[in-house]
């Protein structure tokens, strides 16, 4: 075969398979169409099924937030109240634990007193004073007070 035979039929091969290209790609174009015309129902309804399932999905949740916040509403007005409870309590708490402690130092303060009185008696003072007041010159008898009164504690025992 001569090469200008060569060269036309290559030409005319050419030219035939770029018709044959955009037939083929008419046809591809028909094709999609007619795909996309058949689907587009389908494809409607999916989309439809997808937005009613998402709008129930964020009912149901926005239902529980609701009904969630209901139920935190109803702790929170409960709140006030065990608090006042609760201090309430301790209060009384605190009234014994004080009333307690009053009541210490009251038997402490007359054991000193008692203690006190004994000792100026035995000794002869006539006067005992409970604070120092003014500067005299005095007998201070308070280590035998403390000494008396762990005495008096070790004989409780």
Avoid: C
């Amino acid at each position: 075969m001569k090469p200008e035979l060569r060269e036309q039929i290559h030409l005319k091969l050419a030219r035939v398979k770029e018709a044959r290209e955009r037939e083929l790609s008419v046809l591809q174009e028909e094709k999609n169409a007619y795909i996309a015309a058949a689907m587009k129902p389908h494809i409607e309804a999916v989309q439809k099924k997808l937005a009613d399932y998402a709008a129930q999905q964020h009912s149901d949740i926005a239902n529980k937030l609701k009904s969630s916040d209901a139920a935190q509403e109803e702790k929170l007005k409960g709140a006030p109240d065990a608090l006042h409870k609760a201090l309430s309590i301790m209060d009384k708490e605190i009234d014994k634990q004080q009333a307690a402690n009053d009541e210490l130092r009251d038997r402490i303060s007359k054991d000193i007193a008692s203690i006190s009185a004994k000792l100026a008696h035995e000794q002869g003072y006539t006067i005992v004073f409970k604070r120092v007041k003014v500067n005299v010159n005095a007998a201070d008898i308070t280590d035998e007070v403390i000494k008396q009164l762990k005495n008096t504690e070790d004989s409780k025992k």
